[in-house]
């Protein structure tokens, strides 16, 4: 059983370009989180996902910032106009359950870099 | 809003020692779990252990327990006999009973000396 998927693993972007940080859940997980660690700092929550529904997007910026986790294909975060503030790792979590307290597993992060 | 505080940015001991790293956190809620993660050098964030406020006895898993004090709001992690792969970053996390997201503290880098 394959872990939490995510790629690219390292994302070079200009400032005022798109990024696309993708990540495919472990079988069987239908639960998505999305958060942001920046240097020498926790992560820090910015959505939660069912398929096809927001659950919570409340540590999600106002602006510029979108998430998604279609029925079919892996969820994807999508940060347009990328400035120097964006440049962090980007985690994604995959669970079976909703509210059982159960193990979140993460994928290996993207590390997003604005020059 | 629920915070969680890790007061030791950084530590280090020699293998095969113990240490102990703390945490505490603030809530009005009284069902919530508390989880230790660990973050080496790969990024990766693994699962050191987990513990439900409504039980009692303290969590262990292999060399790691937890000292788990309620009402003190705390919640310290112990590793026993210390391994050269235990150096990582050590994330104190808080998870509200019904909502899935995570409250993580700022880190203790950990260093083991060989």
């Known amino acids: 059983n394959a872990g939490v998927m995510q790629n690219p693993r390292h994302l070079v972007r200009r400032r005022g370009q798109e990024a696309r940080l993708r990540c495919s859940p472990m079988?069987?997980?239908?639960?998505v989180y999305w958060y942001r660690q920046l240097p020498e700092e926790g992560l820090k929550f910015m959505v939660y996902l069912q398929k096809e529904n927001i659950i919570d997007e409340s540590g999600m910026p106002k602006e510029r910032f979108s998430a998604e986790f279609p029925k079919e294909g892996p969820s994807i975060l999508r940060i347009q106009q990328v400035v120097r503030g964006d440049s962090a790792a980007y985690f994604c979590?995959?669970?079976?359950?909703?509210?059982?307290?159960?193990?979140?597993?993460f994928g290996q992060g993207t590390r997003l870099t604005v020059v | 809003a629920q915070t969680v505080t890790q007061s030791q940015p950084e530590m280090s001991v020699q293998e095969a020692e113990t240490v102990t790293l703390s945490c505490t956190y603030d809530?009005?809620?009284?069902?919530?779990?508390l989880f230790w993660y660990k973050q080496p050098p790969s990024r990766q964030m693994i699962l050191v252990i987990r513990q439900e406020a409504y039980k009692q006895q303290n969590a262990t898993e292999n060399r790691f327990s937890v000292n788990f004090q309620k009402a003190a709001k705390s919640f310290s992690l112990k590793i026993s006999d210390s391994q050269l792969g235990d150096t990582a970053m050590y994330f104190c996390a808080f998870m509200h009973f019904g909502n899935e997201k995570l409250t993580f503290g700022t880190g203790t880098r950990l260093t083991i000396i060989p």
């Open positions: 809530t009005s809620e009284s069902n919530y779990y």
């Open positions: 079988k069987g997980h239908s639960h």
């Open positions: 979590a995959s669970s079976p359950l909703q509210g059982a307290g159960t193990e979140a597993f």
